[in-house]
Nanobody, 115 residues
Framework: QVHVVESGGGLVQAGGSLSLSCVVS????????MGWYRQAPGSQREMVAA???????IYADPEKGRFTITRNNAQKALYLQVNSLKPEDTGVYYC???????WGWGQGTQVTVSS
């Protein structure tokens, strides 16, 4: 069974930065394209960044230039460096495959950006 654990969130002022991490167990992590997703209060979960097995990355338009997604296949870990944070970046951040498969969701990590 796949187990996903996200961490690194917190409360930060606008303009600040955070480093999010996700560790995956129970699967062959390196073969999957992975994504970071954000669920803002009252909104649907949306993809903010994704990265394939060899490091090719894509970003949602609002996150381009501010977010950087990376991965370490040997450690089965996914990372998201978030810079120049805005209040609209507030939400719970999750990692999962991209597109979504049948892993289920971890508990996520809360990011709150104050203005």
């Amino acid at each position: 069974q796949v187990h996903v654990v996200e961490s690194g969130g917190g409360l930060v002022q606008a303009g600040g930065s955070l480093s999010l991490s996700c560790v995956v167990s129970g699967t062959n992590f390196g073969v999957y394209t992975m994504g970071w997703y954000r669920q803002a209060p009252g909104s649907q979960r949306e993809m903010v960044a994704a990265i394939n097995g060899i490091g090719g990355a894509i970003y949602a338009d609002p996150e381009k230039g501010r977010f950087t997604i990376t991965r370490n296949n040997a450690q089965k870990a996914l990372y998201l460096q978030v810079n120049s944070l805005k209040p609209e970046d507030t939400g719970v951040y999750y990692c999962n495959t991209y597109p979504i498969t049948d892993w289920g969701w971890g508990q996520g990590t809360q990011v709150t950006v104050s203005s």
